[in-house]
């Protein structure tokens, strides 16, 4: 029980993206970002200067910086510590209690830290939009494209990337701004959502499309 300890692994490259069913055009103007679950609980399970982590905290960095530049939303998730077993549900049952509330398992890892205007959603299940105004506050904002990047793969990121397909929201996952347990669950997150779901690209692919070039 609880989470394994992440061998290192190289991020997919642009030849290795599979090709999405949808074809749905990137419209900044009705984007928000989302950065999951990027705390020091999960991250430090990866070896701290290797791939993935490493460079998918860069990408994520520059995605983030982009994004506020050209007026895109920036929304976190981040669960609490210390949750209570009836809160935490059946997540105990394959996670164990889960994080503490102190710093080194709860804080959001200081480079990637949110910002004046940024939005941290309180993480309850899988999903982000799970038990959260995700979805509202999105609305509010005119937004119905979401970008994911951010921690685990084929857990969070996916669940909540099929869950946006479900409420008309299209999903872009960043390839190498993803990070997972492995190269396998990585590859299946991404070939699941490009079959049923949504659009996984390259940060090389999304940046122009942010930046009007």
């Known amino acids: 029980m609880g989470l394994p300890k992440i061998q290192p692994y190289a991020l997919p490259t642009a030849g290795e993206i599979p090709e999405a069913r949808a074809n749905w055009d990137f419209e900044p103007s009705r984007a928000a970002l989302l950065i999951h679950d990027m705390q020091n609980y999960f991250i430090n399970i990866f070896e701290a200067d290797a791939s993935p982590i490493a460079p998918v905290i860069a990408n994520i960095a520059k995605l983030k910086s982009a994004c506020r530049k ?16 009836r809160d935490r549900g059946l997540q105990a ?80 996952l960043v390839a190498d701004a993803v990070a997972d347990f492995s190269r396998d669950n990585h590859d299946m997150a991404l070939a699941y959502l490009a079959k049923t779901s949504g659009i996984p690209l390259m940060l090389s692919a999304l940046l122009p499309k942010i930046e009007g070039k």
């Open 93 to 172: 049952d394959l996670w164990g209690p889960g994080m503490t509330a102190a710093p080194e398992h709860q804080h959001i890892t200081p480079a990637l830290a949110p910002e004046e205007g940024d939005i941290v959603l309180v993480k309850h299940r899988y999903s982000a939009f799970q038990l959260s105004n995700l979805e509202h506050g999105m609305h509010v904002r005119g937004r119905d494209q979401i970008i994911i990047c951010g921690i685990y793969a084929h857990i969070g990121c996916l669940l909540t990337a099929t869950e946006a397909f479900q409420r008309d929201i299209k999903p872009f």
């Open 70 to 85: 050209a007026g895109i939303p920036v929304y976190y998730t981040a669960q609490n510590g210390n949750q209570d077993r």
